[in-house]
């Protein structure tokens, strides 16, 4: 399936029609899921595979194997993309799913199930940029144009993926209603050692203090640029061109410093106080 020009407009969004299909997206609406499961949710660009590689090693108590042996995509797959169906129906136990989707496409069947959702959020100054660079490479995204119109699509929620603002306040207004962990992926580049503990303690999986740490270890930004399961090398140049850039590109906090122009930081602030004036989550912005 390649559709790389192609573009799928379900439930008000536009996605890459490369990874899903209309067939997909009914296919994650209706999805049951296990008691077992664990849902990672995540708009794009917000440390997504990093709780991937996090999970497969809590899940297999620090054996590195499936995660240096198998693309992340199979082993924690996203819940809307095309391929998601045949990978899972031989899984039974102790799923690990992903998804970008709103919470308006999940909530009816999540909410039939006490699956375990995890929400990674993280500054959105540092999605904008890692967004725009990652459009750059992925062949299945339109192009971005310049910084600055690729801002300002994003601030009007007219990006692949829908609006951030809706994406992150929708989920955690209806967070009560899920077995729900919040962190950040400010938390995870501060204390990693601290937040696989307290992933542990909310998957109810606890491990011993040497398992943590080759945890830690294993999902250090360095270690996964490097490691071909996650940082999708084997993905062919025609869908993602590698020459353009790389997937795992600094793994900062901050970077938004080297991008952003005071008047398009203001214009940003003034949007963000605008849509999230009504939203108490604390963002760190820079470590």
């Not at 008691?35 to 497969?56: A, F, H, R």
């Not at 203090?209 to 360095?222: G, L, M, S, W």
Request: with cysteine.
């Amino acid at each position: 399936m390649a559709n790389l020009d192609v573009t799928l407009h379900y439930s008000g969004i536009n996605f890459p029609g490369h990874l899903h299909s209309e067939q997909s997206m009914r296919f994650a609406e209706e999805f049951k899921f296990h008691e077992t499961d664990t849902l990672i949710v995540t708009y794009p660009k917000s440390g997504t595979t990093w709780m991937q590689e996090i999970l497969t090693l809590i899940y297999s108590d620090g054996n590195q194997t499936p995660a240096k042996t198998i693309p992340n995509w199979i082993r924690t797959p996203w819940i809307e993309h095309y391929y998601c169906e045949d990978i899972l129906q031989d899984k039974l136990d102790h799923r690990i799913i992903t998804t970008h989707l709103p919470y308006h496409m999940l909530s009816k069947s999540l909410k039939q199930s006490n699956a375990k959702v995890i929400y990674i959020a993280r500054n959105p100054m540092d999605i904008i940029v890692s967004f725009y660079h990652f459009h750059k490479i992925a062949n299945f995204l339109p192009e971005p144009g310049t910084f600055e119109e690729f801002l300002e699509n994003f601030l009007l929620g007219e990006v692949h993926f829908g609006s951030w603002f809706e994406h992150i306040k929708d989920w955690l207004s209806h967070r009560e209603e899920f077995n729900f962990l919040f962190i950040t992926y400010e938390e995870l580049k501060k204390d990693l050692q601290y937040s696989v503990k307290k992933i542990c303690n909310f998957l109810e999986r606890p491990l011993l203090p040497e398992t943590i740490d080759t945890i830690v270890q294993h999902c250090n930004f360095t270690n996964m640029k490097d490691n071909q399961m996650t940082n999708y090398t084997l993905v062919p140049n025609e869908i993602m061109d590698h020459r353009r850039g790389k997937f795992m590109r600094k793994g900062t906090v901050g970077d938004w410093k080297e991008h952003f122009t005071d008047e398009q930081k203001q214009r940003f602030e003034k949007m963000f106080q605008d849509k999230m004036s009504d939203c108490n989550i604390q963002f760190t912005w820079t470590l």
